[in-house]
């Protein structure tokens, strides 16, 4: 078979669909021998491999630094959950927590993401639904749940009454994991303390968590989203205690339209739980 030349377009488009979907660089960089890329003050640099140190108990001065940012150490994801939750607990309101979201610097994700995907909705709202991490569509808009998951996530709310002046929706992660790739469990320990400040501002009655990662995050549930589905858990802010349910994703039920009878039947659970609370 005689070579015929490619199209460009027909090339970015077996990109696309294979997930790269973002051009960082004209020229693919060489990532064996390039500088690791530095997002102000943290490292996201594999560190040199050592001749293994004898073992020493980790004592207050050799623990890792987030303050020492010029020290030449690679930020220790404990040091950024550590920011993080600072960050979180100082702010005392959504704007300010917001504001200390687009600061932080300490979640790669940033660097290749866009936009900051903090919330959209009613922050009065009775109740709260939080995503997994924003899409591509999110992240050019900037809004939680506009692509077609956010389109289906839209009528579902309509079935039982609701839209987004009624309903308050946010993300574990506010930054488009690259290629929309899972986060990694670090990613999302270093996103929480944020999450989980935001629950706390808006303080809503019912807090529905979307997918299998965010009821895993939130509601700490070992067994996968078809057996947590459904099903009434305790969410603790440490001030009080909040009914959380936990939903089939809407991009799930878009790939498997069959389990939309039992997304109904939670959608009527969270229903009740609405009108009891009047
Ligand atoms: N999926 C999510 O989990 N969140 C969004 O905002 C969009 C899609």
Known sequence: MADTPLHPLDVLRFYADSGVDIALDEIAPNRLTAP???????Q??????????????????????????????????????????????????????????????????KTTAMKTVFADGNPQARIMFVGEGPGAEEDREGLPFVGRSGKLLDRMMAAIGLDRTSAYIANIIPWRPPGNRTPTPQESAICLPFIRRQIELVNPDILVCLGGPSATTLLEVREGIT????????????????????????????RSPAHKKLAWQDLLAIKRGLADLN
């Open 44 to 109: 996201f640099e594999v560190p040199k491999r050592e001749a293994p140190k004898p073992f020493a108990a980790p004592s207050a001065k050799s623990a890792p630094q987030s303050a020492s940012r010029n020290s030449g150490l690679p930020a220790a994801p404990d040091a950024a959950i550590r920011d993080a939750g600072k960050l979180a607990s100082n702010a005392t309101s959504l704007d300010e927590l917001r504001k200390a979201i687009e600061s932080f610097e300490g979640c790669a994700l």
């Open 36 to 42: 690791a890329p530095v997002a102000q003050g943290y």
């Open 227 to 254: 057996r947590s589905r459904g099903r009434w858990f305790d969410y603790d802010t440490g001030a009080r205690k909040i009914k959380a349910i936990a939903l089939f994703h809407p991009a799930y039920l878009l």
